[in-house]
């Protein structure tokens, strides 16, 4: 059977579907990595929590392939972009709140742009729903630590 559309998607969202599956992949090896890094320093409920969040978003890069092969586009494997890792659980909470303030000010566009295409605009806003769950959640810990202080936000990791 031969019906699939032909890749005539609004350029932005197949370029926005094929960001997320490169910088998404690329951002899930860097939690993977960083859950590691907390699991040797003893602070297993954050290596669980970054585990975890990998997983979901290697979930999202495999609903953005299927739907860029749907759609009949080429899914490339790119370059991705170096990004830092760190061994300080807070300095890294920041980092991950910058990495998720200024993806959702980019994805909100794309999903905005995939609005005719109500399969890839249910994919992009589900994803665009989690990763602002994910903002809540590193702002929370943020604040966390200004009222009960480094030491006691990390027992709670332990
Ligand atoms: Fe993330």
Not at 59 to 83: F, H
Not at 111 to 126: G, W
Request: net charge negative; charged share 30%.
């Amino acid at each position: 059977m031969n019906d699939r559309k032909e890749c005539k998607m609004e350029n932005k969202v197949i370029a926005g579907l094929q960001t997320i599956v490169t910088a998404l992949s690329q951002q899930a090896d860097g939690h993977l990595i960083q859950s590691r890094i907390f699991a040797a320093q003893g602070l297993s409920k954050l290596a669980e929590k970054y585990a975890e969040h990998a997983v979901e978003e290697r979930e999202y890069v495999v609903k953005c392939i299927d739907r860029l092969i749907d759609l009949g586009c080429e899914v490339k494997l790119e370059a991705k972009t170096a990004a830092p890792i760190y061994t300080d659980a807070i300095e890294y909470l920041k980092h991950d709140l910058q990495v998720s303030k200024d993806g959702l000010a980019w994805l909100k566009e794309i999903v905005c742009a995939a609005q005719d295409d109500l399969t890839t605009f249910k994919i992009l806003s589900e994803y665009y729903q989690d990763e602002e769950g994910d903002m809540y959640w590193a702002e929370q810990q943020l604040a966390l630590v200004e009222m009960i202080g480094k030491q006691n936000w990390l027992v709670q990791q332990l």
